[in-house]
């Protein structure tokens, strides 16, 4: 009957209702998708709601967790995410390219331990941790370059011939303590090199940073004899706690308002009981008037 009735409607009217329920049946379609949508919302919103309840207290994958960060699985591949936009962006700084010797060192990454090296020398031939780091890299050298290819093997020997001079680690470490015996940021590297190659120095090494009193050094300020005792703490000439007590004493002397070589303050407990006692004698004199 409806068809009847649009067979009998004039062309103009026909086109009209076919408009109308065009856009009916749009109107409809997007209310169904608004619906579902709806839906889908309310059960995500329930859903996440539920697993609040379990795990509230669980991190969040996007999350910044402080302890996360902090004991990092992987530390050495966070530490070259940190140094690639140094070497971009700091590069004339010969602190970024000694970074990314120990990172490399760390990692075993020969080739790369050679490229920083040679950075540092361009930048900073004398600096006395680049010394550090030449012996070393000497010293990797000589007890791995028999597993290495002959080509990285070829250009590691052609790259090294003006910094190793074709002296052994110890030769060189020697060499280098004598040239600048009087620096005691130098000899600090030296010394704990000289540790590093033979443990039976180790009284000798520590000789070396921690004999003050003889005026050799022309650097003896804070900063190198705060370095001095970092290194002894933090085990670069093995243990030596003897030692250690001995040469703070020997800078709280020298630098008797710096607050490194200060001891421990201790407080005291026995004051309150001196004034109670006081107190108490006041009191009995008091009663006794």
Not at 193 to 221: C, G, P, R, W
Request: net charge positive; proline share 4%.
């Amino acid at each position: 009957m409806q068809r009847t009735k649009q067979e009998n409607l004039a062309p103009s009217e026909l086109k009209k209702l076919r408009n109308k329920q065009r856009k009916a049946k749009r109107k409809a379609e997007q209310e169904s998708a608004q619906a579902k949508e709806a839906q889908i919302k309310r059960d995500q919103h329930h859903k996440s709601r539920q697993q609040g309840d379990v795990e509230a207290d669980a991190p969040q994958l996007d999350e910044l967790v402080p302890e996360k960060l902090e004991r990092t699985e992987k530390p050495l591949e966070q530490a070259i995410k940190f140094l690639h936009p140094l070497q971009t962006l700091a590069k004339d700084r010969i602190e970024t390219h000694l970074m990314a010797f120990e990172v490399y060192y760390r990692k075993g990454k020969v080739l790369l331990m050679l490229q920083s090296l040679k950075r540092c020398h361009r930048l900073d031939p004398r600096n006395p941790r680049l010394h550090s780091c030449m012996i070393r890299f000497h010293e990797v050298c000589t007890k791995n370059k028999g597993g290495w290819d002959p080509s990285v093997v070829k250009v590691v020997e052609k790259e090294t011939k003006e910094f190793f001079r074709n002296r052994d680690a110890k030769t060189l470490n020697k060499e280098f303590l004598e040239e600048r015996c009087n620096c005691l940021e130098a000899t600090l590297e030296g010394a704990s090199m000289m540790f590093h190659l033979d443990k039976e120095s180790q009284n000798a090494a520590i000789n070396l940073v921690t004999s003050l009193d003889n005026n050799k050094y022309n650097d003896i300020n804070l900063k190198n004899c705060t370095n001095v005792l970092q290194a002894l703490r933090k085990g670069a000439f093995g243990s030596c706690d003897a030692q250690i007590e001995e040469y703070v004493n020997e800078c709280q002397k020298r630098f008797p308002y710096a607050a490194t070589f200060k001891p421990p303050v201790v407080e005291s407990t026995t004051q309150p009981a001196a004034l109670d006692s006081n107190h108490m004698s006041l009191d009995e004199n008091s009663n006794s008037n």
